[in-house]
T-cell receptor
């Protein structure tokens, strides 16, 4: 079982729709969770992080965390073509004190 | 805030030569930096964790004698690819642990091509 799992996609949504990206993790003790966006040929950029169960909103982005289900998601409202990228879920592992990244989900927003 | 730079952004070298990549945290001090490698259409692979003033911790399968890491100050870590070969051609990305605990901020990456 991979430590952090994401559906590779591609996930295709029409412009203006809500894109839902999902991630599961194996370490029940993990406390910190991150979403990064990576455009083709570029390095990842931090979108947001979440530590507590529930929802955290930042502009068009909402991160959702359910520690009991070991599940974290990212919702993108009013999706734009410029949101087309690979979205990486990262989980902080206490062992090794490092982030473990999922393989990423490719999102395509069609205009 | 939390800006990380890398230099060079792109390098082409001959097989057998060594290449040094610098990673700097510009507006914060980073006691811990990380080095990743990413091959085309693949996910990020952590190579090593670099701690200021101490030896780097390498991930399984990464040769510490080939990928030399130095973290001599709170704002600079370097990765030297020694005796580079074509299979070392990749996108090398550093990140720095930011002021807010486990958050990592990435540099823009260095694209290495070994001929």
């Amino acid at each position: 079982q991979k430590e952090v799992e994401q559906n590779s996609g591609p996930l295709s949504v029409p412009e203006g729709a809500i894109a839902s990206l999902n991630c599961t993790y194996s370490d029940r003790g993990s406390q910190s969770f991150f979403w990064y966006r990576q455009y083709s040929g570029k390095s990842p950029e931090l979108i947001m992080f979440i530590y507590s169960n529930g929802d955290k909103e930042d502009g068009r982005f909402t991160a959702q965390l359910n520690k009991a289900s070991q599940y974290v998601s990212l919702l993108i409202r009013d999706s734009q073509p410029s949101d087309s990228a690979t979205y990486l879920c990262a989980v902080h592992m206490e062992y090794g004190n490092k982030l473990v990244f999922g393989a990423g989900t490719i999102l395509r927003v069609k205009s | 805030g939390a800006v990380v730079s890398q230099h060079p952004s792109r390098v082409i070298c001959k097989s057998g030569t060594s290449v040094k990549i610098e990673c700097r945290s510009l507006d914060f001090q980073a006691t811990t930096m990380f080095w990743y490698r990413q091959f085309p259409k693949q996910s990020l692979m952590l190579m090593a964790t670099s701690n200021e003033g101490s030896k780097a911790t390498y991930e399984q399968g990464v040769e510490k004698d080939k990928f030399l890491i130095n973290h001599a100050s709170l704002t600079l870590s370097t990765l030297t690819v020694t005796s580079a070969h074509p299979e070392d051609s990749s996108f090398y990305i550093c990140s720095a642990r930011g002021p807010q605990q486990e958050t990592q901020y990435f540099g823009p990456g260095t694209r290495l091509l070994v001929l």
